[in-house]
Structures are given as C-alpha cells and as structure tokens.
C-alpha cells in the first residue's frame, strides 16, 4: 500500500477534476468563456510532461555517471511518457484554439515552440531505434537526452515570455489570475496538476514493468 499512494491519489484527484471540471463553476472570462475549463486538462499536461522529461534527463545523467542499463531503461521511458502527454498537451491546446481563436493553429510563439520540442524528442526515440549495441545507445541517447531538456527550456519558457502571444495573460488577452478573484479555478486546477502528474508516474512504473518482464523472457 505504501508504494502505490500515487496511484490511489491520481485516481481521487482525477476523478474530482473530472467531476468538477465539468460540472463546477467558473468565473465569467471574456473570450474563454465555458473554454476556460479546458485549464484543468490542457495545461497539467505541459506540467506532466516537464515532470517526467526532468526524471528522464535526471536519470540520463545517472547514467553517464554510473552507467547501469537500468538508469537507461528509466531515462527511456520517463521520456516516452512525457512524449505522450506533450502530444495530448498538443491536441487539447488545438481543441481549445478552434473555439476561441477560430482556428486549429496560428503562428503563436508557445504553439511552434511546443511542436519544435516535440519534434526534438521524436528525433531521441529515432535515435534509440538506430543501434543495435546497448550501452552505446544508452550512453549517446543520454548525451542527446541533456541537450534536449536545454534546448526545451528556451523553446517553452524563456522565448514566449519575450513576445507577445494569444495564450491567456499575454498580447492583451485576458488572464486567469486577476479573474479568478473566487480561487473557484485553482481549488481545480492545482488537483488537476498534481493528479495528471501521479498518473504519469503510474503509466511509467507499468512501461518498466513490462520491460523488465520482456527482458526476463528474452533470458
């Protein structure tokens, strides 16, 4: 019981953020309007993503520094699983474009930013597939792995903070702290956070179980 406290925690967490999503109520936003709960899926999956790509790169250097074939198995799927909730941080932020800006995508600073970085990453597990001897695609792997992170930092954090953008709080758009005088959207959305994040840790622990298991058959 003790090691599965996440999982138990993802599943109350997101089972409130569903429920209350959809059915709570929300300050009155101009422009978002009923839009505005897609706050409470969209934007986790960015903080979902960072959490698992910083395990992943953590676990990179680990094994640079000791190289265990399980630290690279850790790396691989960390990553993996950020992947994934990049590509669905992608497609609810599309979603949610369609219906405020009228389109599925514009040249907004944070949208390119997030498809360049996902590209890098497609790149990594392209990489990982082109050898054939293990420990040489885990040590380049890890090495692609650190430059990755750095190159994701300017991409989605410092460069759109430079320009003006459509996403809320930026370009005149209206944000969702002075609106949400109530706290009715971060009694949500920090749940949602912290949910989406325990749910990642969750899907990575399976991965690497069934690695494990593929590799004792494999024996």
Do not use: M, Q
């Given at each position: 019981m003790k090691q599965n406290w996440y999982k138990i925690l993802?599943?109350?967490?997101?089972?409130?953020?569903?429920?209350?999503?959809?059915?709570?109520?929300?300050p009155s936003q101009p422009i978002l309007h009923e839009t505005a709960r897609n706050l409470y899926f969209h934007v986790p999956m960015w903080f979902s993503m960072f959490a698992m790509l910083s395990v992943s790169v953590w676990n990179s250097i680990q094994y640079l520094r000791n190289p265990l074939i399980s630290f690279d198995d850790k790396a691989s799927e960390y990553a993996n699983?950020?992947?994934v909730f990049g590509i669905v941080g992608i497609a609810t932020g599309s979603v949610w474009a369609r219906y405020t800006w009228g389109t599925w995508w514009t040249n907004d600073v944070k949208?390119?930013?997030?498809a360049i970085g996902?590209?890098?990453?497609f790149a990594y597990i392209i990489l990982r597939g082109s050898f054939t001897d293990e420990q040489q695609r885990a040590r380049i792997s890890a090495i692609y792995n650190i430059f990755a992170v750095a190159l994701l930092?300017?991409?989605?954090i410092i460069l759109p903070r430079m320009t003006d953008s459509l996403h809320p709080g930026n370009g005149g758009n209206p944000g969702f702290k002075p609106m949400d005088t109530e706290h009715t959207m971060r009694i949500v959305f920090y749940p949602a956070c912290i949910g989406w994040i325990c749910l990642a840790f969750w899907i990575t622990s399976l991965r690497l179980r069934i690695r494990k298991l593929i590799a004792l058959n494999q024996d």
């Open positions: 993802a599943v109350v967490l997101l089972a409130y953020v569903v429920i209350w999503g959809f059915l709570g109520r929300i699983t950020g992947i949208l390119n930013g997030a996902l590209l890098i990453y930092i300017p991409l989605l």
